[in-house]
């Protein structure tokens, strides 16, 4: 059974940094093909996609916020951080982690199976 | 990037009618990589429908999807109580330049 579970501040002031864990059970980061993204929801607003990382250490960013996150995975903890800097107002939204299953190789592509409940966060002063 | 449009914003329905759903995509969406997912208030997507046309996991036949290139549908047969959510498509062919839909609210009439 794959859970997936985020954490982090709730409420972070403009121009901080937001330092947000995903925490997930039920697969490995070091199994072959499996990656974990995080994706983003202002209120009442759509989904955008914010950033992925596989089990081979391979990254990849929205082009439009590459320059403001980062992405990383601790296999042993099985754990996934995404960090944004320079937080604004207009970044408050729920942070989803999500599993995907494989890679996109030879004509064959996954979605998000599995999703984390999400973590509000708020930037105010 | 590959914009995706869906209409309609939203679709006022009563339960056991059908429910057609519209994603247009800005240009051809590579080996039809659309997802569909199911939101409730409070809950984060659920996984509907992906290559397009393929129920993932524990999806009722209710639901299914269509289309490829730019337009793609989603179709629920007969609506149950437990459907009326926002639908939300996605192509995930591209990465990092993946993109969501703005939505389609399927509401009770």
């Known amino acids: 059974q794959i859970t997936l579970k985020e954490s982090g501040p709730t409420l972070v002031k403009p121009t901080q940094t937001l330092t947000l864990t995903c925490t997930f059970s039920g697969f490995s980061l070091s199994t072959s093909g499996v990656g974990v993204g995080w994706i983003r929801q202002p209120p009442g607003k759509a989904l955008e996609w914010l950033a992925l990382i596989y089990w081979n250490d391979d990254k990849r960013y929205s082009p439009s916020l590459k320059s403001r996150l980062t992405i990383t995975k601790d296999t042993s903890k099985n754990q996934v951080v995404l960090t944004m800097t320079n937080m604004d107002p207009v970044d408050t939204a729920t942070y989803y982690c999500?599993?995907?299953?494989?890679?996109?190789?030879?004509?064959?592509?996954?979605?998000?199976?599995?999703w984390g409940q999400g973590t509000l966060v708020t930037v105010s002063s | 990037e590959i914009v995706l449009t869906q209409s309609p914003g939203t679709l006022s329905l009563s339960p056991g009618e059908r429910a057609t759903l519209s994603c247009r995509a800005s240009q051809s969406v590579s080996s039809s990589y659309l997802a569909w997912y199911q939101q409730k208030p409070g809950q984060a997507p659920r996984l509907l429908i992906y290559?397009?046309?393929s129920r993932a996991t524990g999806i009722p036949d209710r639901f299914s999807g269509s289309g490829s290139g730019t337009d793609f549908t989603l179709t629920i047969s007969r609506l149950e109580p437990e459907d009326f959510a926002v639908y939300y498509c996605q192509q995930y062919g591209s990465s990092p330049r993946e993109t969501f839909g703005q939505g389609t609210k399927v509401e009770i009439k």
């Open positions: 290559g397009a046309s």
């Open positions: 999500a599993h995907r299953l494989g890679y996109c190789t030879g004509g064959v592509c996954f979605p998000f199976d599995y």
